[in-house]
């Protein structure tokens, strides 16, 4: 199972960024999938989850309503809008397919895992 995480870059504080995974497994459609980050020296955090169906989704509450998650099973691609950046959003962001339907915030329920992309905020 590959997925591959894109869309990240250089931006300034209160700018926005869409983050985008792709994968081409079925098990992207049939389960959960969300979006951790790592800054560096920190663990590995859960930012958000969405359903199979899109019809849940949960976030950390630091992102709470700046960023939102979205899936388009069809195309086998999630996204992460990330709006009103700030400087301590900055990190590797991964995403990851869950073992179920599940949102969890553990790594452990997740079995694949994307090779990351990198988002910088200047303050």
């Known amino acids: 199972v590959q997925l591959q995480a894109s869309g990240g870059g250089l931006v300034q504080a209160g700018d926005s960024l869409r983050l985008s995974c792709t994968t081409s497994t079925r098990t992207f459609s049939n389960n959960a999938v969300s979006w951790f980050r790592q800054a560096p020296g920190k663990d590995r955090e859960f930012v958000a989850g969405i359903s199979r169906r899109g019809d849940r989704s949960n976030y950390v509450d630091s992102v709470k309503g700046r960023f939102a998650i979205s899936r388009d099973n069809a195309k086998s691609v999630v996204y992460l809008q990330m709006n009103s950046l700030k400087p301590e959003d900055a990190a590797v962001y991964y995403c990851?397919?869950?073992?179920?339907?599940?949102?969890?915030?553990?790594?452990?329920?997740?079995?694949?895992w994307g090779q990351g992309t990198l988002v910088t905020v200047s303050s």
């Open positions: 990851a397919v869950g073992r179920s339907d599940y949102i969890s915030s553990r790594r452990s329920d997740y079995g694949y």
